[in-house]
């Protein structure tokens, strides 16, 4: 087994960079599913932040979906 020193990352690093592609896509898919729920909850974290930092009312939204469906209303003629 591998340690996870630096050391040890680099060895991981250096073995997938020597996999064939097939092999490198198998690692990436695993990642991806093993980190989905930390990224997920580190974008809701931010989204989040971005509410309190900045927040807008119900009224807001509405005027911009209404001037939006407008400009598309008058780009489809």
Do not use: H
Not at 30 to 40: I, P, Q, S, V
Request: zero cysteines; aromatic letters at 6%.
């Amino acid at each position: 087994m591998l340690k996870t020193s630096d050391s040890g990352l680099n060895e991981i690093k250096k073995a997938v960079k020597s996999l064939p592609v097939k092999k490198k896509i198998e690692v990436l898919t695993m990642l991806e599913k093993e980190l989905f729920a930390a990224r997920f909850k580190s974008l809701l974290k931010e989204f989040r932040e971005s509410a309190r930092k900045y927040p807008i009312t119900i009224e807001e939204i509405t005027g911009e979906v209404e001037s939006v469906r407008q400009r598309r209303y008058e780009n489809r003629n």
